[in-house]
């Protein structure tokens, strides 16, 4: 996909956060968006460093993680198309980043400037409600995956991960899944 082609209001209009602004307003956010392009590998950005954007994988799939003191990688979240990540609540605090974010295919990420964001909320305060709707609903998810890793089986959370990404075509044959019951 060729960035320069791409229609950033029109995909901005389907994105939960902003599909509720009119054209003008799509159009003024669309102004403080950037596209990038990542190859497999490839940092978004690290611990620390100043938040001032937030960011949407268009094609692709993002990691973000933390490095504990030992050197041990921990892997936080994957995050695939359409989702937005890393800093919807944080740069708004001011602070910088708390997790590093890599890019885990090629991938088409969109940025999302804090300055644009703040200038739709001073415009349309109704804005900064749906901001706070999605946030909320990002951390009832982050808690809800906290209590999968907590109460559950590494066979659970596989299976649990697997029907959550794969949409299941309801007209195709299904197989059953069996879980092993725990002795």
């Known amino acids: 996909m060729d960035p320069r082609a791409f229609d950033l209001p029109r ?6 956060l902003f599909n509720e602004l009119s054209p003008t307003e799509l159009e003024r956010l669309a102004l ?5 392009r990542l190859a497999r590998g490839d940092m978004v950005f690290h611990v620390g460093q100043p938040c001032e954007e937030f960011h949407v994988t268009v094609i ?3 990691m973000l993680f933390a490095i504990s003191p030992a050197g041990q990688e921990k892997v936080i979240e ?5 989702h937005s990540f890393a800093a919807e609540a944080l740069m708004f605090t001011g602070k910088p980043y708390i997790v590093n ?5 090629d991938t088409l990420l969109l940025s999302v400037s804090k300055q644009a964001v703040v200038g739709e909320i001073e415009r349309e305060p109704k ?17 809800h995956d906290v ?29 059953a899944i069996c879980v092993p019951a725990r002795e």
């Open 11 to 16: 995909y901005l209009s389907v994105l939960p």
């Open 127 to 143: 804005f900064a409600l749906r901001m706070l709707a999605g946030i909320s609903r990002r951390l009832h998810g982050l808690v």
């Open 60 to 62: 692709g799939q993002a």
């Open 78 to 82: 994957l995050v695939g198309p359409g």
């Open 32 to 36: 403080g968006c950037q596209l990038r």
């Open 101 to 105: 974010a890599q890019a885990l295919t």
């Open 147 to 175: 209590e999968a890793y907590a109460l559950h089986s590494g066979l659970q959370r596989v299976i649990g991960y697997l029907l959550r990404e794969h949409v299941i075509d309801e007209d195709a044959p299904q197989e």
